[in-house]
């Protein structure tokens, strides 16, 4: 088995037989020819004969990914009317008595490598756009066919790189996946594999042979792999996968767009838990709602020393417009016990779980709450923050938040800062909590359930510790219990209540927490589809 | 001769695709049509010479515009670059 790994364009498992795209290669002569006029007018024909292509090749690309990724044989149709480029052609035959094949390939060598000099990531790329142009009008003056490429089985198609009218021109059928040596993330390869929904890495090391062809490959979209001949743990693994994906698509044909609605009529809100800013594109792949968990930590572990209000607040507000007025709960800083950061400096703990840890450190480290209190407020401007506070045992614990939190905003108030309307709510994950959830109700916004700390509390069992996963019973009925009483203080209150820990997602659970009158799971983003389902199949009138 | 400044307003600048349109439309028009940036000039109907100017976005570039049919050329211009660039 061989290993490759390169930059993923377009994520997705693809196994099969591999075959490579050669380029036909035309190997230039230059030959002297005599008769200059002669030589313009076969030059002509050429292009005459190109353009056709072209314009043959745009109706198609409209048909098979869309008028916005076609355009691109129209700019190539314009560059074949281009001044500078029939001039330079016309000039070189005339002047040096040559073959137009000589005079075009010098001119797209010479215009090509201007862009290839350029600044712009995006604009180098169009280096392979005069490539192919003038590769289309060399293959015609030589006869030799450029769309000739067939496929006689569905493959992986291996190649130094594509052009966009190789690309187009491959029977989308049989396509498989693309692997290529060169190319970048803005390549066309990667725009149309995208549109075509097809696997792709650029950017692979690998030796382009024969010896490869027909072998089996395997290419992990996902991750940017590329595996050759590969070992029967790595094939079964991946093959795991891409069933598991398929499985998953199927259901998002299915419910995608789709409401989150029981059968008789119930709506709950589908949230998407993450941990960093880079989860935002699985939480728009799988129709989440909202963000019912952000969690800040990220911001803090990743540095050296404590996170600047300005960092702070680019990134909430990111997530804020990126969601676009849907509900996005930044949970506020909650280290200790198993995530920890050297600058906290804290002291070693006998038993972090129950130690210094969460708001214990921010109702006592004020300064680092505040910073990240202002930041949250000022980014509330830009879309529809809520806060959520983790890790509460006491009315006083929240008395003192909303105290720190008003001072906060009438801070900024004061300096003519924006901000916006922000829900306030806590987690529920501690015994203590739950017990007093009627009189924390009336003090907050909404309730959020943590179900895994919740869990090791109530139960008195260390998560971390292995030996004790067998009698580690998230179903418990002390723990169902407790949910349905948080959920029915809550509504006693007049304020919603979620469930964010990972109980959330367990699918045998669903119907049992919509008869509680749970308002909100959030989950992992690969959960939301599968939950979505579920309760677009419960009846609760039963 | 005519001549006007114009902002460019698309995130992507002067890419492949707002070129062509730009090369089609100053196309319609008799006049010469050039664009200036930063001192560079080009010949706004040569397409692989306008992409290679690599223009921005946030960037200012002047179009001068001389010939029989300028008046109209550069009317139209300017209506094509706040709708398209």
Known sequence: MKKYVGKSVYSGIAIGKINLLNKVDHEIKR??????????????????????????????????VGEANAAIFEVHELMLEDLDFLDSIHNIIENQKVNAEYAVATTGDNLSAVFAMMEDEYMRERAADIKDVSERIIGILSNKAT?????????????????????????????LAFVTVHGSIHSHTAILA?????????????????????????????TGEFFIEPDDTTLSAMEKVKEEELHKKE????VKGKENITLDGTKVNLFANIGNLSDLASVFQNDAGGIGLFRSEFLYLEKTTYPTEEEQFMVYKKVAETMAGKKVIIRTLDI??????????????ENPAMGYRAIRICLDRIDVFKTQLRALFRASAFGNIAIMYPMIISTEEVDQIKEIADEVKTELISANIKIGAVEQGIMIETPAAVMISDLLAPKVDFFSIGTNDLTQYTLAIDRQNQKLDNIYNP??????????????????????VGICGELGADITLTEEFLRMGVDELSVAPPYILLLRDKIRKVNLKF | MKQFDYTITEEVGIHARPASL????????????????????????????????????????????????????????????????
């Not at chain 1, 569905?154 to 989308?172: G, H, M, N, R, Y």
């Not at chain 1, 024969?210 to 089996?216: E, S």
């Not at chain 1, 016990?337 to 804290?346: E, I, L, N, P, R």
């Not at chain 2, 439309?25 to 940036?37: D, Q, V």
């Open chain 1, 31 to 64: 030959n002297h020819v005599d008769d200059s006029v002669a030589e313009i007018k076969r030059f002509e024909a050429a292009k005459l004969e190109a353009t056709k292509q072209l314009q043959e090749l745009y109706q198609r690309a409209v048909k098979e």
């Open chain 1, 147 to 175: 769309d000739g490429f067939v496929l006689k089985e569905p493959s992986i198609i291996v190649a130094d790189d594509l052009t966009p009218s190789e690309t187009v021109q491959l029977d989308k059928e049989k396509v």
């Open chain 1, 194 to 222: 995208r549109m075509m929904n097809i696997p792709a890495i650029v950017g692979v090391s690998l030796e382009i042979s024969d010896a490869i062809v027909a072998k089996i490959g395997i290419v992990n979209g996902n």
């Open chain 1, 251 to 254: 259901l998002l044909q299915k």
């Open chain 1, 336 to 349: 200790g016990a198993d995530k920890q950061a050297s600058y906290f400096d804290m002291e070693k703990e």
């Open chain 1, 475 to 496: 179903h418990h009925t002390a723990i169902l219990r407790m949910i349905k009483m948080v959920v029915e203080n809550g509504h006693k209150a007049g304020i919603w």
């Open chain 2, 22 to 85: 730009l090369v089609k439309e100053a196309g319609l028009y008799e006049s010469n049509i050039t664009l200036i940036r930063d001192g560079k000039s080009v010949d706004v109907k040569r397409l692989i010479a306008l992409m290679a100017l690599g223009v921005k976005y946030g960037e200012k570039v002047t179009f001068l515009i001389e010939g029989a049919d300028e008046d109209i050329a550069a009317a139209q211009l300017e209506m094509f670059c706040t709708k398209n660039l």
